[in-house]
């Protein structure tokens, strides 16, 4: 399938015009490593490429969780409504160029980090997350699946950024890192157990593997 350098590099140019902090790629083929449900045909049948977005969290406020009085359902994340609207703005402008496109849902849907690290943005670092040059791993994800033709990047499979570095893992205070590998059940009962109250209805979680890491903290924008 021929695949279209000009409209690739409109939709880079349209994201960093609507303030999006990271862009990246992604070749269907990849994802059929997975599920049907967290593949992007499941969302959109005629897919042609995943496109992968990257919102740097500049204030610890954007990463924070809320919920209606009484519903005790922490539903609402503040990054996430604003990366949805990003999303949204990207798809309409792809339905201006003729291509149709859809917001992949954040349950089910697409593994992120592993699509942004498919899409070439960056490794999956000791940290288990996303590190990007720029923001370290210090971004939130979402993704959209289109018609559009677009050029993909290449996949990243190691990370160059941790070598003989260890920080994050010895500053979990879960010590989920501490049989080599993450441990989820470790961590999700730290985050459910620590949450940092805001207010009433408003938490932020525990994010050490992500503040602690020292890739991206050098800019000085
Ligand atoms: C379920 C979930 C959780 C659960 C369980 C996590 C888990 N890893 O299973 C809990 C609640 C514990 C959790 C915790 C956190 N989460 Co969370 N979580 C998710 C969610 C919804 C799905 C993750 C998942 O199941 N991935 C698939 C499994 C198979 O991956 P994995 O086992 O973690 O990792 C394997 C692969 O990465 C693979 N691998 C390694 N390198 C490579 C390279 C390639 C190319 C491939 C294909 C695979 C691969 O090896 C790993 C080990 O087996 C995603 C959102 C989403 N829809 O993707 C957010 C997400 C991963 N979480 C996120 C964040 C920020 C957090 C927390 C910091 C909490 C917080 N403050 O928000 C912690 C960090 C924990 C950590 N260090 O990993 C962000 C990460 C952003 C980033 N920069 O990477 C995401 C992407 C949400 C978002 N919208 O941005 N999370
Ligand atoms: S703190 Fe060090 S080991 Fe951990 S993700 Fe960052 S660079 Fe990698
Ligand atoms: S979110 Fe906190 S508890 Fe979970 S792995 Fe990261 S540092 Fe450890």
């Excluded at 470790?186 to 890491?213: A, F, G, P, Q």
């Amino acid at each position: 399938m021929e695949r279209d350098q000009t409209l690739t590099e409109e939709v880079e140019k349209y994201c960093q015009k609507i303030g999006i902090d990271i862009v990246g790629f992604a070749d269907l083929s990849l994802f059929d490593r997975y599920s049907e449900e967290n593949r992007p045909q499941a969302h959109l049948e005629d897919s042609k490429t995943v496109i992968i977005i990257g919102f740097y969290l500049y204030d610890i406020l954007l990463d924070a969780w809320s919920h209606k009085k009484g519903e005790g359902v922490w539903g609402y994340q503040f990054a996430d409504a604003i990366i949805e609207q990003l999303c949204h703005k990207v798809r309409r402008f792809l339905l201006k160029k003729g291509f149709n496109s859809v917001v992949i849902p954040y349950n089910p849907g697409l593994f992120l980090k592993e699509a942004a690290a498919l899409a070439g943005i960056g490794p999956i670092g000791k940290n288990n997350l996303l590190i990007t040059e720029k923001f370290g791993s210090q971004v939130r994800l979402r993704a959209l699946a289109t018609t559009a033709p677009l050029i993909f990047g290449e996949p990243i499979t190691e990370s160059e950024f941790c070598k003989d570095c260890n920080i994050c893992i010895e500053s979990c205070p879960a010590k989920a890192f501490s049989d080599g590998k993450f441990i989820k059940e470790k961590c999700y009962e730290y985050l459910e157990t620590h949450r940092r109250k805001l207010s009433d209805y408003t938490i932020i979680e525990c994010n050490v593997c992500i503040e602690s890491c020292p890739i991206g903290k050098k800019r000085d924008d």
